[in-house]
């Protein structure tokens, strides 16, 4: 298993220009997450997936969408760049919804809007 | 709702002396507590959770944790620090789904040598 991948590692934008950061899992979880952390935050959540065609917004998902079309697929779409998203990415996806189930990240992606 | 609330945003111990990071929590519900290390530049690994089965939570690496609810608390700990324990720890919690978590705001370990 390859476990949860993410794409690109690295990513410079322009303010305003639009893009999507693309995650993938090969373990058949139903449950998968988009988190970034910014310094001294720790990491914030953005919104997250119960299964296929179903999401939901986190603690911080203003300027940015999602969709799952796939069990494997949960891609995050910037519509419009901006300063303030300058962060890193991580992706999760858990197996089942219980409490005590353990998140799988992937290797996350570093994004500079300027 | 819930949030963890790391007290020590740094902690520098020497090589071979006893390692403790605090995190105090909130929680509605009975909550699952995990610690999650961050290596530079790496992603995030789990050390160890709780799970309600035991106060005392043995992880990897030779870290372990004591669930205190009358406190609130979920302290992680290791005996001797090794130069290899430099990185950034997460105290995280989850009463809403494995797939809801909320994050505290890290504590970032040195080792000297």
């Known amino acids: 298993n390859a476990g949860v991948t993410q794409t690109p590692k690295f990513q410079v934008l322009k303010t305003g220009q639009s893009m999507t950061l693309q995650c993938a899992q090969d373990?058949?979880?139903?449950?998968m997450s988009w988190y970034r952390q910014d310094p001294g935050m720790g990491l914030r959540l953005i919104h997250y997936?119960?299964?296929?065609?179903?999401?939901d917004q986190g603690e911080v998902p203003n300027g940015y969408n999602v969709s799952r079309s796939t069990t494997e697929d949960f891609p995050l779409r910037l519509l419009s760049a901006a300063p303030s998203q300058t962060s890193v990415y991580f992706c999760?996806?858990?197996?089942?919804?219980?409490?005590?189930?353990?998140?799988?990240f992937g290797p996350g992606t570093r994004l500079l809007v300027l | 709702a819930q949030s963890v609330t790391q007290l020590d945003s740094h902690v520098s111990v020497s090589e071979g002396t006893p390692v403790l990071l605090r995190c105090n929590y909130s929680?509605?519900?009975?909550?699952?507590l995990f610690w999650y290390v961050q290596h530079p530049n790496k992603g995030l690994q789990l050390l160890l959770k709780?799970?309600?089965?035991?106060?005392l939570v043995k992880g990897i690496n030779g870290f372990e944790a004591e669930f205190k609810k009358s406190e609130t608390s979920f302290h992680l700990t290791k005996p001797s620090a090794h130069m290899s324990d430099a990185a950034e720890y997460f105290c995280?919690?989850?009463?809403?789904?494995?797939?809801?978590?909320?994050f505290g705001a890290g504590t970032t370990v040195t080792v000297r040598a």
């Open positions: 997936s119960v299964g296929a065609g179903i999401t």
């Open positions: 373990m058949n979880h139903e449950y």
């Open positions: 929680s509605s519900y009975s909550p699952s």
């Open positions: 995280v919690v989850s009463d809403g789904g494995g797939y809801k978590l909320s």
């Open positions: 709780y799970t309600s089965a035991a106060t």
């Open positions: 999760a996806s858990t197996l089942t919804s219980g409490e005590a189930e353990t998140q799988y």
